[in-house]
């Protein structure tokens, strides 16, 4: 069992505006990682500094217990209320997420459970890691607590940090990489966004 837990109404400070709130071909984007997601998973919480905006959502929608302190902060909140080991961390970054390459991440963290060693399983493309579209196991919680209360809120110091299992592209092999992963960051990035829409 995997829980999806969705990162959405943080600051934004690049776009400018709430991304998860953007609509893109009719669904706001919160909703088209809703979709992605629920094929695959037990249960979806949706992690925001903003709940009233997110209420319209049939899904958790739960309060960031450290406001302000970025995606590092919303990842501990989502484990710290998850039921499940493996949980897959979807931030609004990712538009175009699809439920197969849901799919496939979570079957290669099944499969990589008999290596129990790991903590955080990350797609890596072309030297790029993705660590807001990865799969973060509870067992991580005391690390995340500890770069929180260092100050250290980077996430891919957590990810240099934590036991790191990275997805190498030819493990995605038949999925559209480029569309699941296309990072949506800044305004000059949609007319890009729209070209792989």
Same mark, same amino acid.
């Given at each position: 069992m995997i829980t999806g837990i969705?990162?959405?109404?943080?600051?934004?400070? /690049?776009?400018? /505006?709430?991304?998860?709130?953007?609509?893109l071909g009719g669904r706001k984007i919160v909703e088209r990682i809703i979709d992605a997601l629920i094929p695959s998973v037990s249960e979806i919480l949706i992690i925001t500094d903003r709940t009233d905006d997110y209420s319209f959502l049939n899904h958790p929608i739960l309060e960031d217990l450290h406001k302000g302190k970025g995606p590092?902060?919303?990842?501990?909140?989502g484990l710290l209320n998850s039921r499940t080991d493996g949980n897959f961390i979807a931030g609004c970054d990712y538009p175009l997420l699809e439920p197969d390459f849901v799919r496939r991440v979570i079957e290669i963290f099944e499969h990589s459970l008999s290596s129990e060693g790991?903590?955080?399983?990350?797609?890596?493309?072309?030297?790029?890691?993705?660590?807001?579209?990865?799969?973060?196991? /509870?067992?991580?919680?005391a690390s995340i607590k500890d770069n929180l209360q260092r100050g250290d809120l980077?996430?891919?110091?957590?990810?240099?940090?934590?036991?790191?299992h990275f997805?190498?592209?030819? $493990?995605?092999?038949?999925?559209?990489? $480029?569309?699941?992963?296309?990072?949506?960051?800044?305004? $000059?990035?949609?007319?890009?966004?729209m070209e792989l829409l």
């Open positions: 969705i990162l959405a109404g943080g600051k934004s400070r /690049r776009m400018g /505006r709430d991304k998860g709130l953007m609509e590092l902060a919303g990842i501990y909140t790991f903590e955080i399983l990350i797609p890596e493309v072309d030297g790029k890691i993705h660590p807001l579209c990865s799969i973060y196991r /509870r067992r991580c919680l980077r996430v891919q110091s957590l990810c240099r940090k934590a036991k790191t997805i190498k592209g030819s $493990e995605l092999a038949g999925l559209d990489i $480029e569309r699941n992963l296309f990072n949506l960051n800044r305004p $000059e990035e949609l007319a890009k966004l």
